[in-house]
C-alpha cells in the first residue's frame, strides 16, 4: 500500500469530496471549507480545508458564526498534514478545545491478517432494531463513560433511513453485552470506516476488539471495499498495527461550544 496515495485518496473521497453521513444532515462548500451541518443529534462540524495563512482566521471566525448562528455546537477535524501548520494554535486562539489526538490508520484489506476468532463463549449479535441498538449504546457508556444518547439515535436512523451504509455489532458474554462496534460504508469510495469499537473494562485484553475489527474487515471486502480506516487511540493502536493497518497520520478534534 502507497501510504503517500491512500492518504490523498482518503482526503479526496472522505473530506473533500464527503457526503452526508446520516439522514438530515448536508454537506455545504463554502471557499476553502468543507462542513457537515446536522441536527442538534446528529454531527456537525468541520471535514475538510483548503487554506493558508492568510485566510485561515477569517474562515475560522466564519464557521464560529455560522454555527452559533444555528445554536450547534461543531467540531473542526483537524489532520496532521492540514495548513497552515499552525492551524491548532489557532483555533485554540479563537475559542476551540482540543480533544486527544488520535492517529488515522488505513488498511489494504487484501493485505490485513483477518484469521481472529472470538474468545470462548463470546458471541456476535447485528444490531439491526432498537433493542439490539440499546445494547450496542449501553456498552458504548460503559466502555467510554461518556453519555450514547445521540449515537442511539443517528444509528436507529441511519438504519432505518439507509441500512447498506451501516453496519453494528455487538458481543456477547452468555446474555451480558461486553463490546460493541459500528462500520460506515462510504458508497462510491473505496472505504469503510471502524467506528465507536470499546469493550467493558472487565473483558479487556482477550482479543475480543481485534476479532470485532477483522469481522467488519471481512463483511467489507466482501461488500466491494478495498480500505478499512481508523481514527485510533493510543490503546488501540498497536492491535491494528498487529493486524496489518498502517498509521498515515493524526487527527484531533477541537470543539467550540457557543
Partial sequence: MDHAEVLALHDRDLR?????????????????????VADADGWNGILWTDLDETDADAAIAEQIAYFTGLGRDFEWKLYGHDL???????????????????????GAIA????????????????????????????????????????????????????????????????????????????????FAGLWGGGTVESRRGRGIYRALVAHRARIAADRGYRYVQVDASDQSRPILERLGLAPLTTTTPYVYEP
Avoid: C, N
Fill in 16 to 36: 473533500e469530496g464527503a457526503r452526508p453521513d446520516g439522514p438530515g444532515a448536508r454537506v455545504e462548500r463554502t471557499g476553502g471549507v468543507v462542513r457537515q
Fill in 84 to 106: 497552515p501548520t499552525d492551524l491548532g494554535q489557532r483555533l485554540t486562539a479563537a475559542g476551540f478545545t482540543p480533544e486527544p489526538r488520535e492517529t488515522l490508520m488505513i
Fill in 111 to 190: 493485505e490485513l491478517a483477518l484469521d481472529a476468532e472470538l474468545p470462548d463463549g463470546i458471541r456476535l449479535l447485528p444490531a439491526t432494531d432498537r433493542a439490539t441498538v440499546d445494547l450496542v449504546a449501553d456498552v458504548h457508556e460503559k466502555a467510554f463513560g461518556t453519555d450514547s444518547s445521540r449515537l442511539r439515535s443517528s444509528l436507529l436512523a441511519q438504519l432505518a433511513a439507509d441500512p447498506d451504509t451501516v453496519v453494528a455489532v455487538v458481543a456477547l458474554a452468555g446474555d451480558e453485552p461486553v463490546s460493541a462496534a459500528r462500520m460506515e460504508l462510504v458508497p462510491g469510495t473505496p
